[in-house]
């Protein structure tokens, strides 16, 4: 676990993980849907953060996207507590870098990340944002809310992640 998160980071992957940072934010910023008490469908706001860290690994990936979920509190941020705010936000983006775990099977990488952003913003769910439930328990309505919106960029940032990592593969060639 110590070698997770120790290592080094070339200055090209600090570079390249404020850029691809900057990317998201701006693909955040343009909306399918949104939902009430936060949440939306972008426009694969988060395909930027896993490929990061399917190419870079998962330690350099989880400070990504821990970074990039600090971004997406300063620019649209919905607090009700402290502990709600790091389970909503770094936690939950930082687990995007989860893809890097699988880095020959990008699409398995990503439902994996996204599994752990579920399980995050369900929690905070469950415990913050109960008073929304009315009826149902609250277990489910979080499920309900989180999946409505986690669901769709799911299914769009596993195929474009699955279709830019089989791209960027460096190509073999046979000779006979």
Known sequence: MVGFVRQRLPLKAVAEAGMLIALATVL???????????GS????SMVPILLFAVRWGPGPGVLAGAAYGL????????????????????LAFGLLGLSGLFPARPALGVMTAMAGRFLSHWLSGVI???????DQHPMLYSAIYNGSYLLPELAVSAILVALIARALRPKVVRVA
Do not use: M, N, R
């Open 128 to 134: 913050f944002f109960a008073a929304y439930a009315g």
């Open 71 to 90: 971004v997406q509190l300063w620019v649209e941020p919905f607090i009700l507590h402290p502990a709600q705010v790091v389970l909503d936000y770094p």
């Open 41 to 44: 469908v972008t426009a694969a």
């Open 28 to 38: 955040s910023l343009i909306k399918v849907f949104t939902l009430p008490q936060g």
